[in-house]
């Protein structure tokens, strides 16, 4: 089963980007720029999780939470709210409203990433698997071991976080650029070459037999679908 998502965000740049990266880590996610449209679409379809946008045309985010906990159907869906800078007062009346957590604009979208799983793990722990196969190597997000063979690898935070992302998605090309999004955030000043040093790195840590890593001339990385048995 797919953990579905709702963003209800009127920038739509950021819409996308979350959309992006939310799909990167296998979910279904729908999009909606206004409270209002929001408000009727949550009436027909509830998803697992909601991202809320504080300021939005239609109805408010802050009113939409209000209104959706008033609702049998919306009481439990677990609500992340997405608030600008300064509006500290604001956030404590969004938790106070019912939100079970909020990032602040600018967000570190890896952080947003981890809030997102840790939140579903809690509510519906069926939809999010603790522990990533692919092939002979197992990763457990729980206790942040890696294993080759049943043998621990021992793999530094950013290789194993790099190895998390990939195995999230086998088979698919990330390009530099999406890699330094996904793994270190946006607000993270690093060159597109630290890329190809920690992708170095981790081979490194995988130890010998077949490289799951495969380079993609002129494009980026991905996990080899061959190596995980992904048709
Ligand atoms: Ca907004």
Redesign the pocket.
């Known amino acids: 089963m797919t953990p579905r998502v709702m963003i209800v965000?009127?920038?739509e740049p950021l819409s996308l980007m979350l959309r992006y990266n939310l799909e990167a880590e296998g979910y279904q996610v729908d999009t909606v720029e206004r409270g209002d449209d929001a408000e009727t679409r949550l009436r027909e379809n509830v998803p697992d999780l909601l991202l809320l946008?504080?300021?939005?045309p239609g109805v408010s985010g802050i009113e939409l939470c209000r209104r959706l906990r008033t609702r049998e159907q919306t009481r439990a869906l677990p609500i992340i709210m997405l608030t600008a800078r300064g509006e500290e007062q604001e956030r404590i009346r969004g938790l106070a409203t019912g939100a079970d957590d909020y990032v602040v604009k600018p967000f570190s979208v890896p952080e947003l990433m981890a809030r997102v799983r840790a939140i579903l793990r809690r509510s519906r722990p069926e939809l999010i698997a603790s522990v990533l196969r692919a092939g002979e190597i197992e990763l457990d997000r729980e206790t942040h071991r890696v294993r080759r063979r049943g043998r621990e690898l021992h793999l530094g935070p950013t290789e194993f976080r790099l190895l998390e992302f990939f195995m999230q998605a086998p088979g698919r090309v990330f390009s530099r650029a999406q890699l330094l999004d996904g793994v270190w955030g946006r607000d993270v000043y690093v060159d597109e070459r630290t890329v190809d040093v920690h992708v170095g790195r981790l081979r490194k840590a995988l130890g010998p037999g077949r490289d799951p890593i495969r380079t993609v001339r002129g494009s980026g990385y991905s996990l080899d679908e061959a190596f995980t048995g992904v048709a």
Do not use: G, K, N, V
């Open positions: 965000e009127d920038e946008d504080w300021m939005l």
